[in-house]
């Protein structure tokens, strides 16, 4: 079998070195982390993962907020050829239960955030767990596991549309076709310029490879039909986001934003994953002065098993 994860880990690396003092994310809180600090979050977590017995085809289940942590615990588990589970945090508890117990994970990952809410589910009771407050962080050289192309990276359940829950199994070599793809369309004419907006952690990733800086919507994403639009365009505006790579839902709460604050530093609208309304497309191509795309997700195009 082929090494499938050259080309995408490459990319991560060499942005890492070459991007060191530009601005890698900016979290909910406004936060700041440099490619620099990124680096040393990421590598700092891989060892910490090593330590607890994460290795090659170890199977962690990751309740993480969308945060810097989350983004810096997916490149170390990455890194170290694992498989990361996620369970879609809309899901029903007892379907939860299950898929755990069907799974059997042998690390769980939990913010502070999150770990308030494991303790209801009793799967997770006798679980090896790491509870993160603050991830560790060091300056070890990036390190990169051999993995196959078939070798699983990151495995996805949500609730699915028949409310059957649905597990996507992407292969390493899947991960690094993803990000391809994802490169053609994220990487611009002057990518100092790109600041990218997204609740999509696959596209986050992307971004980090390419060198763009990646900004963490400012809302709770299990309540994106409860965000202020004037809220959100502001802070949009004011971080001059250049390009919206978001769900359906959250470019919905967006463009009533835009309708009464205008445009700002917006060039470019991505949007896919779920249902896209007649409505939804007639208000963006409204602007034209934007470019927008739909894309699917990946859930919808690849095979699925139940």
């Not at 939860?96 to 303790?119: C, F, H, Q």
């Not at 589910?121 to 962080?137: D, E, G, H, N, Q």
């Not at 596991?145 to 990151?154: C, F, G, I, M, T």
């Not at 549309?161 to 690094?176: E, H, L, M, V």
């Amino acid at each position: 079998m082929i090494k499938a994860h050259h080309t995408a880990f490459d990319d991560i690396v060499h942005s890492l070195d070459s991007n060191r003092d530009k601005i890698a994310l900016i979290d909910k809180e406004g936060v700041e982390y440099t490619y620099s600090e990124f680096k040393q979050m990421i590598t700092g977590t891989r060892a910490h993962l090593e330590s607890l017995g994460v290795k090659k085809g170890s199977k962690v289940l990751v309740f993480i907020t969308m945060s810097a942590e989350l983004y810096a615990v997916l490149e170390a588990l990455f890194s170290l050829g694992a498989v990361t589970i996620f369970l879609d945090p809309w899901m029903k508890g007892r379907k939860m239960e299950g898929i755990i117990r069907d799974v059997k994970p042998d690390l769980l990952l939990l913010n502070k955030k999150a770990s308030k809410y494991s303790w209801l589910l009793v799967s997770t009771w006798s679980l090896k767990k790491w509870k993160i407050k603050s991830l560790p962080r060091n300056n070890d050289e990036w390190k990169i596991e051999e993995v196959k192309s078939d070798d699983s990276a990151l495995t996805t359940f949500t609730s699915g549309s028949t409310g059957n829950p649905k597990g996507a199994n992407r292969t390493y070599a899947f991960i690094d076709a993803q990000a391809k793809a994802l490169k053609a369309k994220l990487i611009g004419k002057n990518s100092d310029q790109n600041v990218d907006y997204t609740n999509l952690p696959i596209v986050a990733l992307a971004g980090f490879a390419i060198g763009n800086t990646v900004v963490i919507p400012k809302i709770n994403l299990m309540k994106v039909n409860k965000a202020n639009s004037k809220e959100l365009i502001e802070h949009i505006h004011g971080l001059k986001v250049s390009r919206l790579v978001v769900s359906p839902s959250l470019l919905k709460e967006i463009l009533k934003g835009i309708k009464s604050h205008g445009i700002g530093s917006i060039n470019h609208i991505v949007t896919g994953g779920a249902p896209i309304s007649s409505k939804l497309i007639n208000e963006c191509m409204g602007h034209s002065e934007i470019l927008f795309e739909s894309m699917y997700g990946s859930t919808e195009v690849e095979p699925i098993s139940g």
